[in-house]
Structure formats: C-alpha cells, structure tokens
C-alpha cells in the first residue's frame, strides 16, 4: 500500500505490530454501574463504553489498528466456581 493512504506511521516501519504489557483498559462506568449492567445482561452497553474501542476511534496511535470482535461474557472478577461476578469487596479480601 502506498504510504499516502496509510493511516498510520507504525504500518510504514513494520510489517508486524505487537501491542503488549499490561494495559489495563476498563468501562468508562463506575463499578456499581458496570455490576448492574451485568446483572442486567447489557453487554452491550458495556462494550459501547469500553476505554479501548473509544481509544481506538479518536488516538492516532491506533488508528487502522483493529479487534476482533468480542462474542463473549466479561470475565473480570468472575468467580467460575459459583458462576457469578464478584463484588469488589469480597475479591479484595480473597486476595489477602
């Protein structure tokens, strides 16, 4: 592709781009809200809200960069065992 229709500088230097490390992205939403949505099953609303697909859309620095899609539950702070999301306090007190 000639480099006048890149989007992105990364592209003209490599060939290959690896994002790594701990990135740490979240739900623009406090966490009360994100368990209700949960709860509530709004999948959708949470991934309208996700700090890296919003990242993606106005930073420079990801721009024709892409995800795949997402077509599963969120797993954060999901206890497997009870199959139910755990609440902040009682993850903190697992942890200790």
Known sequence: MPTCLR???LFDCFDFVFWSGDLNFRVNAS???VDGLLKARCYDVLLNNDQL???MKVDPNFAGIQEGPINF???YKYDLA????????IYNMRKI
């Open 73 to 75: 539950r969120p797993t």
């Open 53 to 55: 697909s919003l990242l």
């Open 7 to 9: 989007v992105n500088r």
């Open 82 to 89: 009870s199959g139910k999301y755990v609440l902040t306090t």
């Open 31 to 33: 966490r009360s809200i």
